[in-house]
Each structure stands twice: as structure tokens, then as C-alpha cells.
């Protein structure tokens, strides 16, 4: 056997063994290519649903916002009110302004009473009055008598006896 040509078998071998070792590193590197793929991927959907997460959320910060303006300016407003019974005659609360609250600009507000079922369900809604005592809500007709009837006298034209003594 001649010494070259077993030198070339073994570089031969050499070779094709190096070129399987490289093969098997580029099938590992394609494979580790690919979960690298799939885990940026991944990332991306991620970010994306972040993202659209974000969006909503800045979009529901103005309305947001907005709702806690106008519960500051209910909370305020019921800040201006009491809790106050009416008349002696029943246990009848209705809301009326507080002593020391500022009347609103421009509005030419007179001392009044609110019917407290509608104010505490967040509508403001100003108590009638028959002027005699009697006073209702005509929104949820909520009402009481609060003050004693004055009693009605009827005039039958004549005069009587008592009438007369009344006089003295």
C-alpha cells in the first residue's frame, strides 16, 4: 500500500467528517434560527396587544376625565345643600341651602326646598308649595302636609249672637 494514497483516504475522511460536523452545526444553527423567529414573533403580538391596550386606555382617559369633572361639580353642588326637616306637623326633610353657600352667578337663586328621594337619586327638582303647608315634588309626587290647616270659615251671610259678642 502506498503511504500517499493513505494519507489522502485520511484527509479524505477528514474532510467528509468535517463537512458532516458542519452540516449538523447549520441544522442546529437553521433550527436555532427558527425558534429565534418564533420567539420575535411571539414578541411582536405581544407588543401589539400592548399597544392596542395603550390606545384604549389613552382613550378612555379624557372620558374619564370628563366624568370625574362632572362628579366634583355634583359633589360641590350637594355640598351647597342641607338635610332639613319642614314644618312641626310630620317628619317630612326635603334639602334647602346651606346658611353660608354662595348663590350661583347669574342665576338670581331665592331660598327654596329640594325633594330629598330625587336629590339623593342625583336630580335636583324644587319643591312645590300650596301655601298652606302643604308641600310635594312633581317629579316623584313625594308631598306632605307640614304645617296644620288653618281652619276654613265659611261665611253664611247672618249674623249671630256670638258675632256680636266677638265685637266687643
Avoid at 366624568?67 to 353642588?77: K, V, Y
Amino acid at each position: 500500500m502506498d503511504f500517499g494514497a493513505l494519507i489522502s483516504s485520511v484527509t479524505s475522511i477528514g474532510q467528509i467528517g468535517k463537512a458532516l460536523v458542519d452540516e449538523r452545526d447549520r441544522q442546529k444553527l437553521a433550527a436555532l434560527q427558527i425558534d429565534l423567529s418564533n420567539k420575535i414573533i411571539e414578541a411582536q403580538t405581544q407588543i401589539l396587544q400592548l399597544l392596542g391596550t395603550v390606545v384604549e386606555q389613552q382613550r378612555l382617559i379624557p372620558v374619564l376625565e370628563k366624568r370625574i369633572r362632572e362628579l366634583e361639580a355634583s359633589d360641590a353642588e350637594k355640598a351647597r345643600y342641607q338635610l332639613t326637616k319642614l314644618g312641626s306637623l310630620r317628619e317630612f326633610f326635603a334639602y334647602s341651602l346651606r346658611p353660608d353657600a354662595e348663590p350661583l352667578e347669574g342665576t338670581g337663586e331665592v331660598s327654596h326646598f329640594l325633594c330629598q328621594p330625587c336629590f339623593d337619586a342625583g336630580k335636583k327638582v324644587i319643591l312645590t308649595g300650596n301655601g298652606e303647608g302643604y308641600w310635594n315634588c312633581p317629579v316623584c309626587r313625594h308631598g306632605a302636609q307640614v304645617e296644620p290647616e288653618a281652619p276654613i270659615s265659611y261665611s253664611t251671610g247672618r249674623r249671630t249672637f256670638m258675632d256680636d259678642i266677638d265685637d266687643y
